[in-house]
């Protein structure tokens, strides 16, 4: 689905905010929500949840809110996610295990066909029903399957020749777990889970919130 | 370490990733940095720099450019992260395990020192040396331990409740891997790690670069 108007990358993060809080909504079996109600679960204004929902498409009627299965179908289909992903994992460690067995990629439609690792000790181990396969196969495997996202669960020092590898093979589409900001070209699409950074924001605002 | 000034979220989260490239320098063996060169490596401008830099203390001579060693060793110390942590994982599963398993979290001094679980059939099970426990024992453990931060990795429908034993527990630093926007207490540190939010924004920018 294709977005008209810009959207802000403050607008794009809470997307899948969005997506959840309407997911579990829909769940409590509530159809229609307002602004303000939605705004209250989200921590945002009604303002702005009208603002960000306009940006987006333009979606609902004046005073009578918004149908939570519409706006969420609205909103899966501006991520991208009510169609089929195919992923393939490098690294078959804690995280890219991790990975592989989160159930509700799988049951989003995220499916991951094929995990790699160079360790001889992991290759033929089974990870949720997929069998780690030799790096030396990664080449001949993408020539053959289509894949939409290369997972990046590999230590740093070798994430950035992995990469030039990726886009040998044309994945352009590159969701990065190794502590390292990777130079990319333009079109690669690259989203970082950076744990220890996250992990040192903790300690920086536990430092300063406690203290103060 | 107090900082003095009024430091943005923007800076601090930009933080952790001064301190990987410092890191990086001083691993390849550079001693001093320009606010060019360094401004070159992390994607920003030299002025940003400067300004960050300044922002959190204000550093560095005019013309010699910032000593490696002793603004890691500033930045460490602005992140609270030259001190030691003790963590307990709530949630023995793949995120819960991995976190534990994560080499560098114990080697930059964030330590784990339990892990619950409430699955009998994962209480007792070793992971990384420490053995899980039951979470009937949460409570008696943490009166009898200091535990800085709580790492949730258990999933979503358990985590406000969760929080609230926390709380009562005197724990107040969480760091949130449960897909959930937890209510939380203004006194409360908390920092979220979504992973399904993370590949839902990689799924949107996919689909919104390759068509464009």
Redesign the interface.
């Known amino acids: 689905?294709?977005?008209t108007g810009y959207v802000s990358e403050a607008v794009?993060?809470r997307?899948?905010?969005y997506?959840?809080?309407l997911r579990e909504l829909e769940s409590g079996g509530i159809f229609q929500i307002s602004s303000q109600e939605l705004g209250k679960r989200?921590?945002l204004t009604a303002s702005q949840i009208r603002q960000d929902i306009n940006s987006f498409g333009g979606f609902g009627r004046q005073g009578c809110g918004y149908s939570v299965q519409e706006l969420k179908k609205h909103i899966m289909s501006?991520?991208?996610?009510d169609k089929k992903?195919r992923m393939i994992i490098i690294g078959a460690g804690?995280?890219g295990?991790?990975?592989a067995?989160?159930p509700?990629?799988t049951r989003?439609g995220?499916q991951t066909i094929a995990i790699f690792d160079k360790d001889n000790a992991k290759i033929g181990l089974q990870v949720n029903e997929i069998t780690v396969k030799a790096l030396d196969e990664l080449d001949d495997f993408v020539r053959h399957n289509r894949v939409?996202?290369a997972v990046f669960a590999l230590p740093a020092n070798g994430a950035q020749a992995m990469l030039d590898q990726m886009l040998s093979l044309g994945i352009?589409?590159i969701?990065n777990f190794a502590?390292?900001?990777l130079k990319t070209p333009k079109?690669v699409?690259i989203?970082n889970?950076?744990?220890?950074?996250?992990?040192?924001?903790?300690?920086?605002?536990?430092?300063?919130?406690a203290?103060e």
Do not use: Q
């Open positions: 689905m294709h977005v794009i993060k997307l899948p905010g997506y959840r809080h989200m921590g501006i991520m991208g996610i992903h804690n995280i295990c991790a990975v067995r989160y509700s990629f989003e995220f939409d996202i352009k589409t969701w502590p390292i900001d079109d699409v989203v889970v950076h744990l220890s950074d996250s992990l040192h924001i903790l300690s920086y605002k536990m430092t300063h919130t203290h």
